[in-house]
T-cell receptor
Framework: NAGVTQTPKFQVLKTGQSMTLQCAQDMNHNSMYWYRQDPGMGLRLIYYSASEGTTDKGEVPNGYNVSRLNKREFSLRLESAAPSQTSVYFC???????????FGQGTRLTVV | GIQVEQSPPDLILQEGANSTLRCNFSDSVNNLQWFHQNPWGQLINLFYIPSGTKQNGRLSATTVATERYSLLYISSSQTTDSGVYFCAVHNAGNMLTFGGGTRLMVKP
């Protein structure tokens, strides 16, 4: 049982480049989330998808777009990467508002 | 939005010591989780605890939702307990909001 899987694990981008972070879960969960974690800080919510077909902004959505491709997959896109987006990105999923959330292993992104 | 504060921000323990970590939140919550982020960055689920007390080995957690706080107890600490401990609250709008974490170092 893989749980929540993120790809890639590491990525280095040049300023202005674009990329998509992929997340897939095999627990048949309805809700999926993207967070970023900056050094020495907690996790901040970028976007979330309460159910297939819906997406909503979180605390820090600027510079990002998301797609809930199907129930399993939720991708995060950086259209024009900036050094301020250097961070560790975590994807999470849970079945609904009053259920336990599970996290992927993270993607460490560096923008130079 | 809801505010989640954790204390202390940093904690250094000698192996074998006990500790209590605190999580305060500013509004009513539907649920609460505790996580351990290990030195490799992985987030490990510790407890899912809306109220009451749960125990898992040397760790236990208590949430008093009516008073808006939760406590994580670590007994007989080991070096492998080192890392960052986060609480995260589930509130209205299907969101999960994290506190700033408690960074724990256990020395041998």
């Amino acid at each position: 049982n893989a749980g929540v899987t993120q790809t890639p694990k590491f990525q280095v981008l040049k300023t202005g480049q674009s990329m998509t972070l992929q997340c897939a879960q095999d627990m048949n969960h309805n809700s999926m989330y993207w967070y970023r974690q900056d050094p020495g800080m907690g996790l901040r919510l970028i976007y979330y998808s309460a159910s297939e077909g819906t997406t909503d902004k979180g605390e820090v959505p600027n510079g990002y777009n998301v797609s809930r491709l199907n129930k399993r997959e939720f991708s995060l896109r950086l259209e024009s990467a900036a050094p301020s987006q250097t961070s560790v990105y975590f994807c999470a999923s849970r079945d609904g508002p009053n259920t336990e959330a599970f996290f992927g292993q993270g993607t460490r992104l560096t923008v130079v | 939005g809801i505010q989640v504060e954790q204390s202390p921000p940093d904690l250094i323990l000698q192996e074998g010591a006990n500790s209590t970590l605190r999580c305060n939140f500013s509004d009513s919550v539907n649920n609460l989780q505790w996580f351990h982020q290990n030195p490799w960055g992985q987030l490990i689920n510790l407890f899912y605890i809306p109220s009451g007390t749960k125990q898992n080995g040397r760790l236990s957690a208590t949430t008093v939702a009516t008073e808006r706080y939760s406590l994580l107890y670590i007994s007989s600490s080991q070096t492998t307990d080192s890392g960052v401990y986060f609480c995260a609250v589930h509130n209205a709008g299907n969101m999960l909001t994290f506190g700033g974490g408690t960074r724990l170092m256990v020395k041998p």
